[in-house]
């Protein structure tokens, strides 16, 4: 076809954009929405039924999902070969969602961690106002999410963001044990950024997760995640006056 569409070595997956004729833009309402980082994609794919299959079942494609997608960057290319040949097509590079394993571990952060490094990480983690025009690598990707499970981590300062109780234990490394939750899940159009995350102890963690009052606790932990957010906007804005 003249260009690469499906699986890499790293795990990642390349998807051409929408727009079967002529060039592709991110003008397009798809390609838009998927440029913008704020929505995940559900992958699947597809096959030709076997013989077999179809003398069993009859002919349809058969689909198999392979999870939960986020867009790590986009670029545009011409083919220089194939039915598209000369079209100028975007090409999106998708990493798999973190909300798409089983159980992600909690990362906790080193006991010299300070107000500082809150500071430092706050513009890597918060909501990015324009399209990706750039492709981040598995690699970059993954440190993102970490730096964002950091962020909540350190802004937690030990105390469960929802029910404000403290770390229900010390950890290995020395350091309060807490929970990293995503208020709006990524495959269900939450972003990974600041503003969608809290760190939470297992008990709070379960609940937001399975407990008949979970819709009730995830809207008040959104409106207490806001108003921390604002504080501390504030905060490290007064905090870059007194040093300017």
């Not at 309402?29 to 980082?37: G, I, Y």
């Not at 999410?145 to 469960?160: D, F, K, Q």
Request: one cysteine or more; glycine letters at 8%.
């Amino acid at each position: 076809m003249g260009y690469d569409d499906g699986q890499q070595p790293d795990g990642s997956w390349i998807y051409i954009g929408q727009g079967s004729t002529g060039d592709q833009s991110l003008t397009n309402a798809a390609n838009a929405k998927l440029a913008s980082n704020e929505r995940s994609v559900l992958l699947f794919t597809t096959r030709e039924p076997t013989s077999m299959e179809i003398a069993r079942q009859g002919y349809g494609k058969l689909y198999t999902f392979r999870g939960s997608f986020n867009v790590s960057g986009v670029d545009f290319f011409r083919p220089d070969s194939g039915p598209r040949k000369g079209d100028l097509l975007a090409r999106f590079f998708l990493v798999e969602a973190e909300d798409s394993r089983a159980e992600p571990a909690a990362i906790e952060p080193p006991v010299n961690d300070s107000g500082i490094e809150l500071a430092a990480l706050r513009p890597l983690v918060s909501s990015r106002s324009e399209p990706m025009t750039n492709r981040m690598t598995v690699v970059e990707y993954r440190a993102r999410g970490a730096a964002v499970h950091r962020y909540a981590l350190l802004r937690a300062a030990g105390t469960c963001e929802c029910c404000k109780g403290a770390a229900p234990f010390t950890s290995a490394s020395g350091v309060p044990y807490l929970e990293v939750h995503h208020i709006l899940r990524l495959a269900d159009d939450g972003p990974d950024e600041a503003s969608n995350v809290a760190a939470v102890c297992p008990n709070c963690h379960r609940a937001l997760h399975f407990s008949i009052e979970r819709q009730a606790l995830a809207q008040r932990l959104s409106e207490f995640i806001t108003q921390r957010e604002q504080t501390i906007t504030m905060e490290l804005g007064l905090a870059t006056l007194a040093t300017s």
